[in-house]
């Protein structure tokens, strides 16, 4: 059964890179048809979308995030990352990874963006 | 890309029907029939309960059902239930290879 694991750093200081990793389970990434995505929830504000990379490589981002962005995958680890540079208060959120068209999601974890 | 629009709020009593609309553009909802329906109870990470317009996932409910027209989608939840008192949230795919949410909509179960 797919499943995916979030780990990171939940403190990260302002114009640092935020650097995240959702762990694969159960599953390739290199053998899966799959989206790998990000997604990202201020407190008590909605949803927004990342990005996410194709198991082909290829990658698609949020136009409001793009110039700070980067996902990638390690198929040698079975896991895919996102790195988000300069930060500043406004990404302090819970951060998702998600996967099968968006239809499973890792448990999310809070990540504060403070010196 | 601008988020699709959600109302903020909606309610019902327990055992109606309501639904919930998500408009988008010729660009996202419009274009595809990738609209996916996410349920988020408090303190916990969305869930998805329609997929692809109309999908029921294996183990939601068959209260839950969703359906587009136009550039319009909709959620409907049938013999409303005070469990389904949550945030939700359209999500589609864009023309633009990206993906965009909805602004979120509280379901109160009066």
């Known amino acids: 059964q797919l499943q995916l694991q979030l780990s990171g750093p939940g403190l990260v200081k302002p114009s640092e890179t935020l650097s995240l990793t959702c762990s694969v389970s159960g599953d390739s990434i290199s053998g899966s048809d799959y989206y790998w995505g990000w997604i990202r929830q201020p407190p008590g504000k909605g949803l927004e979308w990342i990005g996410n990379?194709?198991?082909?490589?290829?990658?698609s981002y949020n136009p409001s995030l793009k110039s700070r962005v980067t996902i990638s995958v390690d198929t040698s680890r079975n896991q895919f990352s996102l790195n988000l540079h300069s930060v500043t208060a406004a990404d302090t959120a819970v951060y998702y990874c998600?996967?099968?068209?968006?239809?499973?999601w890792g448990q999310g974890t809070m990540v504060t963006i403070s010196s | 890309q601008s988020t699709l629009t959600q109302p903020a709020s909606v309610s019902g009593s327990p055992g109606q029907s309501i639904t919930i609309s998500c408009t988008g553009t010729i660009s996202d909802v419009g274009a595809y029939n990738y609209v996916s329906w996410y349920q988020q109870q408090p303190g916990t990470a969305p869930k998805v309960i329609i997929y692809e317009v109309s999908i029921r996932p294996s183990g939601v409910s068959y209260r839950f059902s969703g359906s587009k027209s136009g550039n319009t989608a909709s959620l409907t939840i049938s013999g409303l239930q005070t469990e389904d008192e949550a945030d939700y949230y359209c999500f589609s795919y864009t023309r633009s290879a990206t993906w965009v949410f909805g602004g979120g909509t509280k379901l109160t179960v009066l």
């Open positions: 990379i194709f198991y082909s490589g290829t990658t």
């Open positions: 998600a996967t099968k068209s968006y239809r499973l």
